[in-house]
Antibody, heavy 117, light 107 residues
Framework: QVQLVESGGGVVQPGTSLRLACAAS????????IHWVRQAPGKGLEWVAF??????NKFYADSVKGRFTISIDRSTFYLNMNNMRAEDTAVYYC????????????WGQGILVTVSS | DIQLTQSPSFLSASVGDRVTITCRAS??????LAWYQQEPGKAPELLIY???ALQSGVPSRFSGSGSGTDFTLTISGLQPEDFATYYC?????????FGPGTKVDIK
């Protein structure tokens, strides 16, 4: 069955870096781009980034542009987060998009990232 | 960026009630809208896409309608498992954006 499993979360200090991973299984990656969506504590959902499987298309939210990059290695998608800020504190989800539809039919369980000194 | 507003932000209802949630876009987005349900501590789950298409496995008491700038999610006959927060999301252009959410609580 379709599975998305995030890992790599934790507590980091402002200005430092962290890499999240999303291991995907149970489906053909080429037809299903992966997005990252985050949710600050007690807040709503915020779309963060997207990469198509072949890497041709990448989009980022303005709030993370220039600091976060998305990459893929085989069946694992990564969110590389640099120069982290307190406002990046959130639960980060990876989510699957049925190709070209821009909605998310499967989500990972989420991973907490806390940026604090 | 396309802004989404939802109303109400909070509603209190009873089991069996018919509930309607509204989502309004800051510009026309055709039928490019999805709805999600999120229970506390869990990932969101897709309910509706393309404004009115029911995701596989979602109960038929959920329905969506609308196009352009105004959309609605209706729950016909609220069940105990439906008490959750509901979000709309526009699919029209990047950056993809979500509404602020509507929390449905037990009266």
């Amino acid at each position: 069955q379709v599975q998305l499993v995030e890992s790599g979360g934790g507590v980091v200090q402002p200005g430092t870096s962290l890499r999240l991973a999303c291991a995907a299984s149970g489906f053909s990656l080429s037809g299903y781009p992966i997005h990252w969506v985050r949710q600050a504590p007690g807040k709503g959902l915020e779309w963060v980034a997207f990469q198509s499987y072949e890497g041709r298309n990448k989009f980022y939210a303005d709030s993370v542009k220039g600091r976060f990059t998305i990459s893929i290695d085989r069946s694992t998608f990564y969110l590389n987060m640099n120069n982290m800020r307190a406002e990046d504190t959130a639960v980060y989800y990876c989510a699957r998009e049925p190709g070209g539809r821009r909605f998310f039919d499967y989500w990972g369980q989420g991973i907490l990232v806390t940026v604090s000194s | 960026d396309i802004q989404l507003t939802q109303s109400p932000s909070f509603l209190s209802a009873s089991v069996g009630d018919r509930v309607t949630i509204t989502c309004r876009a800051s510009q026309g987005i055709s039928s490019n809208l999805a709805w999600y349900q999120q229970e506390p501590g869990k990932a969101p789950e897709l309910l509706i896409y393309a404004a009115s298409a029911l995701q596989s496995g979602v109960p038929s008491r959920f329905s969506g309608s609308g196009s352009g700038t105004d959309f609605t999610l209706t729950i016909s006959g609220l069940q105990p498992e439906d008490f959750a927060t509901y979000y709309c999301q526009q699919l029209d252009m990047y950056p993809l954006t979500f509404g602020p959410g509507t929390k449905v609580d037990i009266k």
